[in-house]
């Protein structure tokens, strides 16, 4: 990451800190009292091929004594109606303004990846984590739709696993390596008030470069 990226992402989550702030008290205490603790849940996620920290989001799912792979049809039971919610206005990831402050992830890049993608497609993921692993970025606002409705078909986790693995991972590294080309400022700002929009329901699409045209045919 440059300074000039570090400093960007600093002074944006010190402006937005408060705020988060602010909105996480009456949420944690909503889950509270709607599906009891904990509030948070953390995932190891990838900074590069060695190195992992824990990812934070707002618990959307019920507790299970082990926990692992990317979310498909075979979770969906487990996602709670609080969760839900969470989910589709994408809430569920505040908690992760500490992980910018930390420098763990910037605001806007590549969805950090799981340990075990990153291990089993090294070549791709050293390119990809090039750049740092962001809340929000283009292959999360063009592929998460698609995303979503290939993962919701599979019926167990060895099922998620594969659809996740030969459709979504090599898709979704096409689009970081073209936001990895034209990477700035700008970009960054726009990605990030597309991101705000879709939260709070004003947005649902974009235009986007034509490159990324025939990236989501199967």
């Known amino acids: 990451m440059t300074l000039s990226k ?13 705020f988060v702030l602010l909105a996480l008290l009456p949420l944690s205490l909503w889950l509270w009292f709607r599906q009891g603790r904990p509030i948070f849940f ?3 996620r990838m900074h590069d091929s060695t190195q992992g920290f824990t990812l934070w989001k707002l618990r959307s799912m019920t507790v299970v004594d082990s926990d692992s792979g990317v979310s498909g049809g075979d979770k969906a039971a487990r996602v709670t109606a609080a969760g ?4 589709r206005t994408r809430l569920d990831e505040l908690p992760q303004i500490f992980n910018i402050l930390r420098g763990d992830i910037s605001f806007v890049g590549p969805r950090p990846p799981l340990r075990q993608y990153v291990v ?17 970025g283009l292959a ?3 592929f998460a739709p698609h995303e979503e409705r290939l993962l919701s078909r599979a019926a167990s986790a060895e099922e998620t696993d594969q659809i996740y693995a030969r459709a979504c991972v090599p898709r979704k590294a096409k689009i970081d390596l073209i936001y990895q080309r034209h990477q700035n400022r700008k970009l960054d700002l ?3 008030v597309v991101t705000a929009a879709r939260m709070l329901g004003f ?16």
């Open 6 to 18: 570090r400093l960007f992402d600093l002074f944006f989550a010190c402006l937005f800190a408060p």
């Open 42 to 44: 953390g995932s190891e």
């Open 84 to 87: 839900q919610v969470l989910r």
């Open 120 to 136: 089993r497609f090294p070549k791709l993921y050293a390119q990809v984590l090039k750049s740092r692993p962001g809340l929000t």
């Open 140 to 142: 999360s606002l063009v």
């Open 190 to 192: 726009w990605l990030m």
């Open 203 to 218: 947005a649902r699409g974009g235009r986007f470069p034509r490159d990324m045209r025939g990236l989501f045919s199967r």
